[in-house]
């Protein structure tokens, strides 16, 4: 029985163990989702890191109003049962816990919307931008955009890159044809549509998610710090093809976009007339 209560203990610290390592590995993630991963991708952008920061900020907030809820419990449980109590009491109104739970409850909610309004307000707000990329979400694929006045004026698709067609170290679902490439550290506008269906154009190392819809133009922004390809998906369920509409962005030295610049010129058709830049409504 000790042996058995042994091994038992063994496997429970082994499991644990396991968990440990499989959470610090999936945090330290970054451009893709990592096995097991049970937070957020790492960031590589000013609004990404507050972003999630203030999940982990809402993650232990709601630990500790779950905590003092159960505590609760357990002192009702304890304290006012009828082997306890088996009088009830005639209590109906008390004054100074009624403000409590009122007060409480609204001070929880200011101590969220502050720093919330204040993400979102960041998230939305576009500041002055170095380039600009319109990207159009299609049934099932991406297009993306470079306007002539920023020394683009060429547009192409991307397409997700078959499993059989993978190279080392490609990842299956997220890989594709034609990357949308920029330069690090600087400011990108992405103004966003679709041609079909509803799409959602969405980067989680960028903590960018924007809707793409027909006949509207929403935009975001990001302003990567590190260079590498980072990888998202569409996340609106927009068809039978939803899987299949992987996102990939390479961000790369001054030096580097300005070769991919040439390449490209070269390599996708240039589009009649300059590729035109429009700032998004409020419908």
Known sequence: METLRLRS????????????????????????????????????????????????????????????????????????????NPVPSRTTHHTLLEVAWTIVPVLILVAIAIPSFRLLRQQLVVPPADMVVKVTGYAWYWGYEYPADQGGGFKFDSNMVDAKDLKPGQPRLLTVDNEMVVPVNKIVKVQVTAADVLHSFAMPSFGIKVDAVPGRLNETWFKAEAEGTYHGQCSELCGNGHPYMPITIRVVSEQQYAAWLAEAKQKYAAVDGPIPVRLATAQ
Do not use: K
């Open 9 to 84: 203990v063994t496997a429970l610290s082994t499991a644990a163990v396991a968990l440990v390592l499989g959470i610090s590995e999936a945090a330290a993630g970054t451009g893709a989702p990592s096995p097991w991963e049970a937070t957020m991708q790492g960031m590589v952008t000013e609004v990404g890191r507050d972003l999630s920061n203030f999940h982990t900020y809402l993650v232990w907030l709601i630990a500790i109003i779950c905590l003092f809820v159960a505590a609760l419990i357990v002192i009702v449980i304890l304290r006012f049962n009828e082997r306890t």
